[in-house]
């Protein structure tokens, strides 16, 4: 009687200690792979900030006029002939080159070259500030001119532990880190969600951030709404058991399995002792 008493009392703690080891297992798996787990309350509104034009942007660049004669823009609008269709659509997945692009495409001077205007200067400044300066230059040729630019291609690179690198081009600035890592198809298992890189280039000088997706704060950081030509990369985890082919839950499941066997190892010896 005493010992079949100790024995219930010896596996009921087991069990216990087995269910804890559970749940701090899980708190693990937690704390690793979800996003937003802090700081969610401290996020204000999100605001986005106009990019300025760099060089090789590709714009379309559209001009209107309250004339009834549509001949007097015809010959601003030729390069756009195809452009705002595919302006319009959803942004692609590149691998490798994109082939022709129509639109204006900013020389490595940071000029565009525009029907009868000829070089425009383009690089350093946001869509609105470029339209205002070839609508005053065009108001000499077009009544009442209006012009309304977009960008055509904006290009970001996503690297390391995400599903499907490479570069991820789409057809507006208003692009977020998300967006990239959507595009991306999200980090893999292996990914650390605690240290993401991004890596900038603004003028002459190089910047780079490090991101943890599981703090909000990130939000409301330099590095959530992303430039043209952004390079993301995210590390992989120390023991990157993907290059094995090894299940990434594996590890978790052979610990429970050994903590098990354990348990049943100690009363298998505990009822043969006091048998």
């Not at 899980?26 to 999100?46: C, E, W």
């Not at 559209?62 to 319009?88: D, K």
């Amino acid at each position: 009687m005493k010992s079949s008493y100790f024995v219930t009392v010896v596996f009921t703690s087991l069990v216990v200690l087995l269910l804890t080891s559970c749940g701090a297992t899980k708190k693990r798996i937690d704390r690793n792979f979800n996003y937003f787990q802090t700081g969610l309350d401290s996020i204000g509104q999100l605001t986005y900030k106009d990019p300025l034009i760099v060089q090789n942007d590709v714009l379309s660049i559209q001009v209107y006029s309250n004339t009834v004669n549509p001949e007097q823009t015809l010959i601003f609008n030729q390069a756009n002939a195809g452009a705002m269709g595919m302006a319009q659509g959803a942004a692609m997945q590149v691998a490798g080159g994109m082939g022709v692009m129509l639109g204006y495409q900013v020389d490595s001077n940071g000029d565009i070259i525009f029907p009868v205007l000829g070089k425009v200067k383009a690089a350093g400044k946001t869509k609105e500030q470029l339209a205002k300066d070839l609508e005053n230059k065009l108001a000499t040729y077009v009544k009442a001119p209006q012009v309304s630019i977009r960008y055509l291609q904006f290009r970001v690179q996503v690297l390391g532990e995400v599903k499907t690198p490479g570069m991820k081009v789409f057809p507006t600035e208003r692009v977020t880190l998300f967006d990239a890592l959507a595009m991306a198809g999200d980090l893999t298992d292996m990914g650390r969600r605690d240290n993401v890189i991004l890596l900038r280039e603004e003028g002459n000088e190089r910047k780079h951030y490090v991101v943890d997706l599981r703090n909000s704060k990130f939000l409301s950081s330099e590095a959530f709404q992303l430039k043209q030509n952004d390079v993301i990369y995210v590390p992989a985890k120390d023991f990157k058991l993907k290059q094995l082919g090894v299940n990434p839950n594996a590890q978790r499941d052979i610990q429970i399995g050994l903590s098990v066997l354990s348990v049943l190892t100690i009363i298998v010896s505990l009822v043969n002792i006091f048998r």
